[in-house]
């Protein structure tokens, strides 16, 4: 598959936000699971505005994956990391996993936290995530989720 990064325009974040819903719906969840996920799944306007969001497209330049990082001091988040159904296991999600990385840190970041579905702990172990425990979902309450981290090398950070 032929792509290529680049960052999301304002007036994707329905359409990018769209790809997220289908891609966490992929696994299985049912229909008031996904309810309550929503939200948390939505591409925000102000997220790409501050160039935060990631978008991989194929050669028609339709989306083929999103991911947003957030970045509070010297620690940045993945805030979301999706895959369009059609286009997983064709490297999109590592390409973008690669590109918040070094995004996060030429932002100042010395590490990238993920709070991943489980569904995708094999996908960021693979990718050198390191595990630290579990951690709250942020949109479904009582619910943990696997948290890891990779740290940012101090060679790739901005100066």
Request: aromatic residues 6%; contains cysteine; charged residues 25%.
């Amino acid at each position: 598959m032929r792509h290529r990064l680049r960052q999301a325009r304002l007036d994707e974040a329905e359409l990018l936000t769209a790809l997220c819903v289908r891609s966490k719906a992929h696994w299985g969840y049912d229909a008031a699971f996904m309810r309550r996920c929503r939200e948390s799944l939505r591409v925000r306007p102000s997220a790409i505005r501050a160039g935060r969001v990631l978008v991989l497209v194929d050669t028609e330049d339709r989306p083929r994956g999103v991911a947003q990082i957030e970045i509070e001091g010297v620690s940045a988040d993945l805030a979301l990391l999706f895959v369009d159904p059609p286009a997983m296991g064709q490297g999109v999600g590592r390409a973008l996993l690669q590109e918040a990385l070094a995004l996060a840190a030429a932002a100042g970041s010395n590490r990238l936290t993920i709070l991943a579905d489980p569904n995708a702990a094999g996908f960021y172990e693979a990718m050198g995530a390191r595990y630290r425990g579990q951690a709250p979902s942020d949109a479904i309450p009582g619910r943990n989720l696997p948290l890891y981290e990779v740290p940012l090398p101090a060679g790739l950070r901005a100066a």
